[in-house]
């Protein structure tokens, strides 16, 4: 394989991950290209030349390239930072352009994410299959401070360690492994198989629960925080029932999967067996403050691409998974809509993905 080292980057998504991660990986020398579908997130970045970024790093990034037209930022090295319901439309822009040297890094993929970027990749006659490697959550951290989306700002609060990641392909893990930007690969914990990154999609048990249970506070005058306000004793406890369905749908897979508060402490260097006492012991939660409506990514992103997914693994693999069918259908009834109907279900390729661990 080509040495990627000296080759330029793509950053799909001009989001506060997408804006951190492009400020770590110009900060150590990489060439970095910046996508967004939305020309306003790239004004002030494209007026100014820079990215100004806070906290970890007190830094001004000057990008190679920022632009809404895929083909004046295209790179055979991609980090796909957007929501995960953006990942069909990007697959289908991308897949004139995939090479045989292409690497596609989505950040993170949610639930089997890998898995429905190839169909529709497939579905678009796409002439060559890319490496597609999924992350299980963000190394980039990100502060929710650029309210006017055409901020050039950007709060990277932490760096985390330990972040897993998997190949669709799991004989190409070691060659996404070696492409990453060496100033991330020490963050990166490689795994067997992309049911382990699928199922350690942390986000949906931390998102969707509180979202749903704090309707009156996001939807109020006042602000909270939504990791320790929104996240009472009660609400994770609740947490940590969902938890155990997600565990168990892990182990019908046959891998051992991290609960919330052991993927805490190996991310965040917690020490509690309780998720309230933990997150309030985790300090780059404080201060997150919570949403202001509720047609937000902890639930249009987490519940169609988290909770349906687990939900649907669970039921063709026959474990029970009624608080996730409960959250599914509050979600449902709340947002008007059918998450189910939109979401990642089990796909041909997903059931032998089951089929495999299975076997």
Not at 44 to 64: M, W, Y
Not at 98 to 108: A, V
Not at 153 to 180: E, F, H, T, W, Y
Request: hydrophobic share 40%.
């Amino acid at each position: 394989m080509t040495d990627c080292k000296k080759e330029k980057i793509l950053i799909m998504g001009a989001g506060n991950v997408g804006f951190g991660m492009a400020a770590h990986f110009i900060y150590h020398g990489e060439i970095v290209n910046i996508w967004n579908r939305t020309p306003a997130y790239l004004s002030e970045a494209q007026r100014t030349g820079v990215i100004r970024c806070n906290k970890v790093l007190d830094f001004e990034a000057k990008p190679a390239a920022l632009s809404s037209n895929i083909e004046d930022v295209l790179a055979n090295r991609i980090f796909i930072t957007t929501t995960a319901g953006a990942h069909a439309p990007i697959a289908k822009m991308l897949a004139p352009y995939i090479n045989e040297s292409t690497i596609i890094y989505l950040c993170p993929a949610r639930t089997f994410g890998a898995i429905d970027f190839l169909n529709v990749l497939k579905q678009n006659n796409c002439k060559h299959v890319p490496i597609i490697a999924e992350l299980a959550s963000v190394v980039h951290a990100t502060g929710s401070t650029r309210r006017d989306v055409s901020s050039n700002q950007v709060n990277l609060l932490s760096l985390k360690r330990g972040i897993k990641l998997a190949a669709l392909n799991p004989l190409m893990c070691d060659s996404a492994m070696k492409a990453l930007p060496e100033c991330m690969r020490e963050y990166i914990t490689p795994v067997e198989s992309v049911a382990v990154t699928s199922l350690e999609n942390i986000g949906m048990m931390f998102h969707c629960a509180p979202m749903l249970m704090n309707i009156g506070l996001i939807e109020g005058e006042k602000s909270f925080d939504f990791y320790t306000d929104g996240i009472s004793k009660s609400v994770a406890g609740f947490i940590e029932q969902l938890d155990v369905e997600r565990l168990a749908v892990g182990h019908a897979f046959g891998y051992k999967v991290l609960s919330v508060t052991e993927w805490l402490s190996e991310i965040y260097k917690t020490d509690s067996n309780s998720l309230f006492e933990a997150l309030r012991q985790n300090p780059v939660y404080g201060g997150v403050l919570g949403p202001k409506f509720m047609t937000h990514r902890y639930i249009e992103d987490d519940v169609p691409f988290g909770l349906v997914p687990l939900e649907s693994a669970g039921n063709h693999l026959g474990v029970k998974t009624p608080l996730t069918t409960l959250l599914i259908d509050l979600a449902c009834a709340v947002m008007n809509k059918d998450y189910r109907a939109n979401g990642r279900i089990l796909t041909k390729s997903i059931k032998e993905l089951i089929k495999k661990t299975k076997d």
